[in-house]
């Protein structure tokens, strides 16, 4: 499965829409923290498949190698988008022009560039973008999980 044309992203659990801007934009709520401090605020990504980095809501600065806890816009809904077999993955729903699902996974740490593309009807990656995408994958691979949700 290739993505065709426009996409939406959407929360795994409650399908919140989470694109934005004509589906150039997505936003999520982005929770930094530490020992002494929490800071809470919105995170923006670009939904160009392999285009990496963000914007961070105004007064916050983010040093790379912070983990990011991302969660659904929907204040019903609240969910953590921490994948659950690498918990510094995220996940999002996706869905194309012409109606293809798909997720996308995602680093969760500040300045740590790999997205993936998942086939979950094939059960395959599809594509994989940016320059820290072969560790994060071995690493996984290594944890003798996958994508999917299956041990070896």
């Not at 659904?72 to 994948?83: E, F, G, P, W, Y």
């Amino acid at each position: 499965m290739e993505t065709q044309g426009k996409m939406t992203f959407t929360c795994p659990k409650c399908g919140q829409k989470l694109s934005f801007l004509d589906g150039s934009i997505i936003k999520l709520v982005g929770r930094l923290k530490a020992t002494t401090f929490s800071c809470k605020t919105m995170f923006y990504f670009s939904a160009t498949l392999g285009q990496h980095g963000c914007i961070v809501g105004e007064g916050v600065r983010v040093q790379d190698g912070a983990k990011v806890e991302l969660e659904c816009l929907n204040v019903l809904c609240k969910q953590n988008l921490t994948a659950p077999y690498n918990d510094e993955l995220a996940e999002l729903r996706g869905t194309d022009e012409a109606g293809n699902e798909f997720k996308v996974v995602f680093s969760k740490i500040y300045g740590k560039d790999s997205t993936f593309v998942l086939d979950m009807q094939a059960k395959k990656v599809t594509a994989s973008y940016g320059e820290n995408k072969d560790a994060i994958f071995a690493d996984i691979h290594e944890r003798r999980r996958n994508f999917f949700g299956e041990g070896e």
